[in-house]
């Protein structure tokens, strides 16, 4: 088991901007999926973006793309959200996912357009966008 936890979240102005953090627990993982999910009150869980801990190579859903930056030191997790919206409100969740030889545009498809979540979740940070 692994366990994640997730920091960094707040309220925030349009236009600002938070850095989320997401520790996780020693595992014997050394190559494998991470990412950050989202759910909004009263839509579907969104995948946000997703990073292979192989190749390094990283993947983001339209929405976000030019604004949020994921990356990886260690056990730790990152997402900068730059010029955030009242649209990115949501519950943020840490991903990671053991499964190897993947991409981060891989790991995004295996997820979302696979319907195959990730085995581990975090317990969420609220991120609140006012206008």
């Known amino acids: 088991q692994v366990q994640l936890v997730e920091s960094g979240g707040g309220s925030v102005q349009a236009g600002g901007s938070l850095r989320l953090s997401c520790a996780a627990s020693?595992?014997?993982?050394?190559?494998?999926?991470m990412g950050w999910f989202r759910r909004a009150p009263g839509k579907e869980r969104e995948g946000v973006a997703a990073i292979s801990t192989g190749d390094g190579s990283t993947y983001y859903t339209d929405s976000v793309k030019g604004r949020f930056t994921i990356s990886r030191d260690d056990n730790t997790l990152w997402l900068q959200m730059n010029s955030l919206k009242p649209e990115d409100t949501a519950m943020y969740y840490c991903v990671l996912d053991p499964v190897s030889g993947y991409s981060g545009s891989e790991c995004y498809s295996l997820w979302s357009q696979q319907n195959l979540p990730p085995n581990y979740w975090g317990q969420g940070t609220q991120v609140t966008v006012s206008s």
């Open positions: 020693k595992h014997s993982y050394d190559t494998y999926c």
